[in-house]
């Protein structure tokens, strides 16, 4: 309701990021969050681990890092050429 849930999710997306992980959640996670949040008693320990090892993968970050970078250069490229009719572009 106030949006530590969500904090703490994207928290923990971005710190496993930067370790070299990528943590693809679902709204199970969600559910466990809303369940830990009210008691935290209803979810375990191991029920967390296992969601957490189930739903991260190992990623190579600079070739994550390189993606977005030409990505970024793409849409850059992109918006430049882009014939647009607002005088504020």
């Keep these: 309701m106030d949006g530590n849930k969500r904090t703490a999710l994207n928290a923990v997306v971005v710190f496993y990021l930067l370790n070299g992980y990528r943590f693809d959640y679902d709204d199970e996670i ?7 949040g009210t008691d935290e008693r209803t979810v375990s320990e191991e029920q967390i681990v296992n969601y957490l090892q189930t739903n991260t993968e190992d990623i190579d970050l600079a070739e994550e890092i390189n993606q977005w970078r030409d990505e970024l250069v793409r849409h850059g490229l992109g918006q430049l050429t882009d014939e647009s009719s607002d005088p504020n572009d």
């Design 30 to 36: 969600r559910d466990i969050l809303k369940r830990f």
